[in-house]
Nanobody, 114 residues
Framework: QVRLVESGGALVQPGGSLRLSCAASGILVRGNTIGWYRQAPGKERELVAGMTPPGDTRYAESVKGRFTISRDHYKNTMYLQMNSLKPEDTAVYYC????????RGQGTQVTVSS
């Protein structure tokens, strides 16, 4: 059974940083395309950051230079380091793994507000 569990969401002030984690079980973060998505109220879900099996990354224009996706093969966990957070980054963040089928976690809330 595949399970993805996000953690690390919080209320943070503008300019602050957070690191989101996504612990995977039943599926490997290594060898599959992984990604972080977000959905803000009233908006569609968007891809924030993605990583291919060889390690190539891509980012949404709005987060380039501020967010970094990474993975730890030994912990079977993926991460999203978020720096210089802005109010418009407020959303529910989801991790995902594409292994022929798209698996998603339940999401973690990130709120950027003073």
């Amino acid at each position: 059974q595949v399970r993805l569990v996000e953690s690390g969401g919080a209320l943070v002030q503008p300019g602050g940083s957070l690191r989101l984690s996504c612990a995977a079980s039943g599926i490997l973060v290594r060898g599959n395309t992984i990604g972080w998505y977000r959905q803000a109220p009233g908006k569609e879900r968007e891809l924030v950051a993605g990583m291919t099996p060889p390690g190539d990354t891509r980012y949404a224009e709005s987060v380039k230079g501020r967010f970094t996706i990474s993975r730890d093969h030994y912990k079977n966990t993926m991460y999203l380091q978020m720096n210089s957070l802005k109010p418009e980054d407020t959303a529910v963040y989801y991790c995902g793994i594409n292994a022929g089928h798209n698996y998603r976690g339940q999401g973690t809330q990130v709120t950027v507000s003073s």
